[in-house]
């Protein structure tokens, strides 16, 4: 007996990388092993020297294919077994490790658009809906597309076991959120990469692409964030160490290098309108959406919590951004003596 093993993993196009995967049989009982693929196609190799490794790190069922198959998300490797600059999980782990009393704990809003040819799904094909306003978590066929994509995404995570934890229709016709977490930095991060995966997967079945473009229409339309909650336990127990994290977020040069790692084309989303802080204006505030990271308002009655910053982008690399804000606010908490 055999079953199916799809290899997962993060390619090298620029700006913003894609996944791709392979399938791999294996006999039955069999762990994945290390397998390898030709890097000079996914733009993370020359054509002399080709060869890069998969190293599993992360398998759950995979409910495409069901039955005992599995998905395996990798982390790319030269032959040497060191790993490729692509391989931003590889920068993660000793972050994640160093700070790991921290309890931290993040739980990502990953935005997303429809499309179906070259219009979002739900658009006309000459002119405009109706401008926003009724389509956040709106109900009707004249302000839902794609609900059964959504549903039928929503299952296959479940299905896989990823942490997903909730889906709403978004502001824009053809725009969806589901959430993931709270988990801790690598596995938010893997589970998202997964969750990405069976979203195209699963509208590829209906004909439809989907996009995590940061500002998928022109105009006076909401562009696609990944909001990004955190906590660690200092912030779960009190309200000072939220403090500590918002300001340490707002330090020196920490707004600029955030913001530059916090996918392409931010400057297009964080214009200061469609619930965005300008993208080089720092701020933070209780119940705030106009600005860079939210203290949701049952956290200052609470006086404990998480906070959200709301500056990420639909298409950032949450192994990069789960790395920044663990690194700035853990390093200015421990300074406080707030661990
Ligand atoms: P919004 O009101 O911004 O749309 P959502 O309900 O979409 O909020 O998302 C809130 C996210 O915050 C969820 O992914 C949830 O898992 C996460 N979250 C809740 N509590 C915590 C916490 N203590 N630490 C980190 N993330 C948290
Ligand atoms: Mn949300
Ligand atoms: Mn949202
Ligand atoms: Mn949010």
Redesign the pocket.
């Known amino acids: 007996m055999t079953f199916k093993a799809e290899y997962l993993w993060i390619d090298g196009t620029e700006p913003t990388a894609k996944l791709r995967s392979k399938t791999k049989i294996l006999a039955a009982g069999a762990e994945p092993p290390v397998w390898g693929f030709d890097g000079s196609s996914t733009n993370q190799a020359e054509g002399h020297s080709s060869d890069l490794v998969l190293q599993p790190v992360f398998s759950c069922p995979d409910p495409i294919r069901g039955g005992g198959n599995i998905l395996v998300l990798c982390e790319v490797l030269h032959t040497d077994l060191t790993p490729h600059p692509s391989n931003t999980r590889a920068l993660l782990r000793p972050v994640a490790e160093k700070y790991a009393e921290h309890g931290?704990?993040?739980?990502?809003?990953q935005e997303y658009t429809f499309f179906e040819g070259s219009r979002p799904l739900g658009f006309p094909e000459n002119g405009f809906p109706a401008p926003q306003g009724g389509y956040y978590c709106g109900v009707g066929a004249d302000e839902i597309f794609g609900r059964e994509i959504v549903e039928k995404h929503l299952d296959n995570c479940l299905a896989a076991g990823l942490?997903i934890?909730?889906i709403?229709a978004e502001v824009m016709p053809g725009q969806w959120?589901f959430?993931?977490?709270?988990?801790s930095p690598l596995e938010v991060a893997d589970h998202m990469w997964v969750a990405r995966w069976l979203l195209y997967r699963t509208a590829e079945d209906f004909g439809v692409s989907a996009t995590l473009d940061a500002k998928p229409a022109k105009g006076d339309w909401n562009g696609a964030g990944a909001?990004t909650?955190?906590?660690t336990r200092a912030?779960?127990e009190g309200y000072d160490p939220i403090i500590t994290a918002c300001e340490a977020l707002g330090d020196g040069d920490k707004p600029l290098l955030h913001v530059k790692n916090y996918g392409t084309g931010i400057e297009s989303r964080l214009t200061g309108l469609h619930e965005t802080a300008p993208w080089n204006e720092y701020s933070y505030g209780v119940s705030d959406?106009g600005a860079s990271v939210?203290i949701?308002w049952q956290v200052e009655v609470d006086r404990k919590?998480?906070?959200?910053d709301?500056r990420p982008n639909a298409n950032c690399d949450p192994y990069v951004v789960t790395r920044l804000i663990v690194d700035t606010c853990c390093t200015a908490l421990e300074k406080a003596g707030q661990v």
């Open positions: 931290s704990l993040f739980g990502i809003e942490g934890s909730g709403n959120e959430q993931v977490g709270p988990l909001h909650n955190f906590s912030m779960r959406r939210r949701p919590g998480y906070i959200e709301r």
